[in-house]
């Protein structure tokens, strides 16, 4: 009993030391830099989700834009679950004590920016070539005013199957080029059907989802309502740079609270 006993000490520990070998990863080098602890509030606010409930402290990035940091920072669009998948593991930059991961925000920039260019190649003004899924809450205002912005196909009610794969149904969508998912579990229906009529895939992807019928993945919180602003705002923007529709950043006509649910979250209606 005695050796069992030690032997799962042992195990426990090489677990320990897994978690930690992620702060060590080359590919993960990053100064770490903390700000003071958020509230309950705060936390809860940077989530928004049903599944996570408490977040260590707020990480920093390296970036030359001050601005742009604490921007990525307040949305949350960095914190993930503590749930980590195989597919995931790139993407990761630390956990905290808590348990939950935190994504490599270098990553999440460097895949909105070819994201952007990729979808830049399919959205033309009135066709349906791009379509934008989300069947998570949060996500429904953020897909249709980036679809409003583009002039995509939006989906955020049931997605109706055999919409891609059945010309013989009236909700068929013929000029289908590309899908655009919010959660890879939660558009799971669009996600299979775009497989098989053999449709590229750009979804977001949080640290519990898996590549299994994505093309490109973005890694961010897919979950958290200003995190899904941030994400589809500044997809959007840097769509239009790519389409000439504007000149610089500055010139893009919507704000980040237009591409923000103005859903209360529960905890907060209880208050």
């Keep these: 009993m005695a050796k069992k006993k030690k032997k799962s000490e042992e195990n426990d520990k090489e677990k320990e030391d897994d978690l ?9 080098d990053f100064d770490e830099d903390f700000e003071e602890d958020l509230d309950l509030e705060e936390e809860l606010d940077l989530l928004d989700t049903e599944d996570i409930s ?7 990035i390296i970036d030359k834009d001050e601005e742009k940091k604490q921007l990525y920072l307040s949305s949350g669009i960095h914190i993930g679950t503590k749930l980590l998948t195989g597919d995931a593991r790139r993407f990761i930059y630390r956990q905290t004590n808590y348990g939950l991961y935190v994504i490599d925000l270098t990553q999440t920039e460097e895949r909105i920016a070819i994201a952007a260019k990729f979808l830049s190649k399919y959205i033309e003004e009135g066709s349906d070539k791009v379509i934008v ?16 912005a583009l002039s995509c196909r939006a989906v955020v009610d049931r997605f109706i199957p055999g919409s891609l794969t059945n010309p013989n149904i009236a909700t068929y969508i013929k000029d289908a080029s590309v899908v ?22 750009v979804a977001l992807f949080d640290t519990d989802d898996t590549l299994n019928g994505i093309d490109l993945a973005v890694p961010a919180n897919n979950r958290g309502k200003k995190a899904l602003g941030l994400a589809f705002w500044l ?18 006509p919507y704000t980040l609270e237009d591409f923000t649910s103005n859903i209360i979250p529960l905890y907060k209606q209880q208050q």
């Design 20 to 28: 930690l070998d992620l702060e060590e990863d080359p590919i993960l």
């Design 54 to 60: 408490v977040l260590e402290e707020e990480e920093t």
């Design 133 to 148: 899924s989300s069947v998570r809450r949060y996500g429904k205002e953020p897909v249709r005013k980036f679809c409003e």
């Design 180 to 201: 655009f998912i919010v959660d890879p579990h939660a558009d799971k229906v669009i996600l299979e059907e775009a497989r098989l009529a053999r449709i590229p895939v």
């Design 235 to 252: 997809l959007a923007r840097d769509i239009s740079l790519e389409l000439g529709k504007i000149a610089s950043e500055d010139d893009f």
